[in-house]
């Protein structure tokens, strides 16, 4: 688990019927054929960040991930996402994206990123990230 002084929630199985709907067809947008795997709730506080990592599938080499982030609740603009360069000592890249409440972003899930903190008293975060492959 990536998160550091938050919270985040096991894989969700049920619920959000609405929210997997919209996700879903973004998703098929993207790329046809595709299905939600997993999602799961973070709540982070003005001190909680998540650490650099990536989404992918231990059991099969041939799924092909992408993730969404839906941002229920955003606490500020001093906590944006991160999104790192694959190969950082050949290539270095760095792109933050600062969310605002209800937006929803796609990326590959094979890129590195973290969320910073914003390091401010009575802050709350709460988004919902979900894996998405082809099948």
């Not at 919209?22 to 799961?40: D, M």
């Amino acid at each position: 688990l990536s998160n550091e002084n938050g919270y985040q929630s096991n894989f969700i199985h049920y619920g959000f019927e609405e929210l997997i709907s919209e996700v879903q067809k973004g998703a098929t947008q993207l790329i046809q054929n595709s299905q939600i795997n997993s999602f799961w709730l973070n709540i982070n506080n003005g001190f909680s960040k998540n650490s650099t990592h990536l989404h992918f599938d231990n059991s099969s080499k041939y799924t092909f991930y992408f993730t969404c982030v839906y941002y229920h609740q955003v606490c500020c603009e001093q906590s944006p996402i991160v999104f790192k360069s694959l190969i950082p000592s050949i290539f270095t890249y760095k792109h933050e994206y600062i969310p605002k409440n209800q937006d929803m972003i796609y990326f590959w899930g094979f890129i590195p990123h973290s969320v910073k903190p914003c390091l401010q008293t009575n802050h709350e975060r709460i988004s919902l990230a979900f894996n998405i492959s082809k099948i």
